[in-house]
T-cell receptor, first 115, second 110 residues
Framework: KAGVTQTPRYLIKTRGQQVTLSCSPISGHRSVSWYQQTPGQGLQFLFEYFSETQRNKGNFPGRFSGRQFSNSRSEMNVSTLELGDSALYLC??????????????FGSGTRLTVV | TQLLEQSPQFLSIQEGENLTVYCNSSSVFSSLQWYRQEPGEGPVLLVTVVTGGEVKKLKRLTFQFGDARKDSSLHITAAQPGDTGLYLCAGVGRDDKIIFGKGTRLHILP
């Protein structure tokens, strides 16, 4: 079966712009979580959506937002981009809420570079 | 704040050697997961351990969850170049939030 698909794979944006990243989870998975990965901080949790509802949120500013559609596809948006937003953004889907005992299936990520 | 500390941060060893990496916390987790990530890809789930003291084996990899469910270890026997990657542990803690360690970057020299 198809894995978790993230688009685009690479993105270069200018400070102040906004960006939208997309994630299609594994068929049947209703939970989608987003993580930011940087060399210094590792994987930082952004938010989790389950059945179109945001169920958990990490400690990121309001410039980071997301949503989930009825087909479980999810998007995350970052407005007013800053240089420090440069990172690998990973989407993860799971069968149950917040992975728990099922674990995550991650996509390959979107590499965002802000210049 | 729940934290997971992984050690060592970096490890470079010869093919055929054994190694152990650690994942420690002062917090209790209901379960713990191990992932391996290769450059340019997302992490891939290796195992989930749930019960204190649980040991799981995956070919040459042995995972152990501490009795108090605060720590875990990953032991690799006879390491091979294909084991190279970033190993991440992730604990399921309070409010079902998943906390990731910063990882151990493992390099196996042929």
């Amino acid at each position: 079966k198809a894995g978790v698909t993230q688009t685009p794979r690479y993105l270069i944006k200018t400070r102040g712009q906004q960006v939208t990243l997309s994630c299609s989870p594994i068929s049947g998975h209703r939970s989608v979580s987003w993580y930011q990965q940087t060399p210094g901080q590792g994987l930082q949790f952004l938010f989790e959506y389950f059945s179109e509802t945001q169920r958990n949120k990490g400690n990121f500013p309001g410039r980071f937002s997301g949503r989930q559609f009825s087909n479980s596809r999810s998007e995350m948006n970052v407005s007013t981009l800053e240089l420090g937003d440069s990172a690998l953004y990973l989407c993860a889907s799971s069968l149950g809420q917040m992975a728990n005992n099922y674990g995550y299936t991650f996509g390959s990520g979107t590499r965002l570079t802000v210049v | 704040t729940q934290l997971l500390e992984q050690s060592p941060q970096f490890l470079s060893i010869q093919e055929g050697e054994n190694l152990t990496v650690y994942c420690n916390s002062s917090s209790v987790f209901s379960s713990l997961q191990w992932y391996r990530q290769e450059p340019g890809e997302g992490p891939v789930l290796l195992v989930t351990v749930v019960t204190g003291g649980e040991v799981k084996k995956l070919k040459r990899l042995t995972f152990q969850f501490g009795d108090a469910r605060k720590d875990s270890s990953l032991h690799i026997t006879a390491a091979q170049p294909g084991d190279t990657g970033l190993y991440l542990c992730a604990g399921v803690g309070r409010d079902d939030k998943i906390i990731f360690g910063k990882g151990t970057r493992l390099h196996i020299l042929p």
